[in-house]
């Protein structure tokens, strides 16, 4: 069974900065790409960013790049999302995915790539 873990979320004004974490109990968190996906309240889930194996690729949505930054720590079997520069439309619950394969330069950008969910943490910033 996999376990993913978010946390790191909660109120911020528009401007400031947060840092979600994900921390996942897979033994073979090292061979998959990560992704952070966002669901605002009336909308559906829309991906945020997501990161390969081996923390070579990257892929960011348009919303956010230049913005967030994904990273992973493999030793740690944690995948992190700092978020910078935060507007009041980046407000939604965040959650942390596995993909469901693995490979040397793949990430994936679709909800239908991932087969293991996080909760979710919550993210309100402010005007």
């Not at 400031?16 to 909308?43: E, H, N, V």
């Not at 079997?77 to 995915?97: G, S």
């Amino acid at each position: 069974q996999v376990h993913l873990v978010e946390s790191g979320g909660g109120l911020v004004q528009a401007g400031g900065s947060l840092r979600l974490s994900c921390a996942a109990s897979i033994g073979t968190f090292s061979s998959y790409a990560m992704g952070w996906f966002r669901q605002a309240p009336g909308k559906e889930r829309e991906f945020v960013a997501t990161i390969n194996w081996s923390s070579v690729n990257t892929a960011y949505a348009d919303s956010v790049k230049g913005r967030f930054t994904i990273s992973k720590d493999n030793a740690k079997n944690t995948v992190y999302l700092q978020m910078n520069n935060l507007k009041p439309e980046d407000t939604a619950v965040y959650y942390c995915a596995k993909t469901m394969r693995s490979g040397s330069g793949y990430v994936g950008i679709r909800a239908d790539e991932y087969d293991y969910w996080g909760q979710g943490t919550q993210v309100t910033v402010s005007s």
